[in-house]
């Protein structure tokens, strides 16, 4: 009798161990695919598909969503250049904006929203240089030049968007191209 109960507790720990074991597995696997679908989400809102650099953003918590943010400012203060924006360069804008990941019924989308009605306030592009300073801090130069193209890339299509006087001459203004250059800055 006490050799049943004894066997039996051993297979209760047993059970318990092997469950706990299993549980542990399932967790990790879930992990692994959870951050797959992140990365590839942020690959299809970035264009980025190194898959070292996307690791390196999701390691820096940024995901499709907060990387929809951080398309906004540069597109923002390139449209806003002038001290106008134009129907051409809102509808770059908000084109640009969709291809990130910014979706219509989403707080960020609203946000935009705002800031094409009423310009931001300076801080905003101080801000911004800040955060992308400390972003690539710890990034490779491989992946500090792909996410300074590609953010650069869409804020210059928003700036060509408008096409110059009856879209002749220059398609970018010297307000926009100055705010072009302050981007590339931010990341030297």
Not at 38 to 54: C, F, Q, V, W
Not at 146 to 165: I, K, P, Q, T, Y
Request: zero cysteines; a negative charge.
């Amino acid at each position: 009798m006490k050799e049943d109960f004894l066997a039996d507790r051993r297979r209760a720990l047993e059970e318990s161990f092997f469950t706990k074991q299993n549980e542990a597995l399932r967790q990790k696997l879930r992990e692994k695919e959870r951050h797959q679908a992140r990365k590839e989400a942020l690959s299809e809102a970035s264009g980025i598909t190194d898959e070292h650099t996307l690791s390196r953003l999701l390691d820096l918590e940024i995901s499709n969503e907060t990387l929809a943010a951080l398309y906004l400012v540069p597109l923002v203060e390139v449209a806003w250049a002038d001290g106008k924006i134009e129907e051409k360069e809102r509808k770059a804008l908000l084109e640009a904006a969709e291809k990130s990941g910014l979706h219509h019924d989403s707080p960020s989308h609203e946000l935009l929203e705002e800031w094409l009605g009423h310009r931001p306030e300076a801080k905003l592009l101080e801000a911004w240089k800040q955060y992308i300073g400390v972003l690539t801090e710890s990034m490779d130069q491989a992946a500090k030049q792909d996410l300074r193209r590609d953010l650069v890339g869409r804020a210059r299509s928003v700036a060509e968007a408008a096409g110059g006087f009856l879209g002749l001459g220059n398609k970018v203004s010297v307000a926009e191209q100055a705010v072009l250059d302050e981007l590339e800055a931010a990341f030297s």
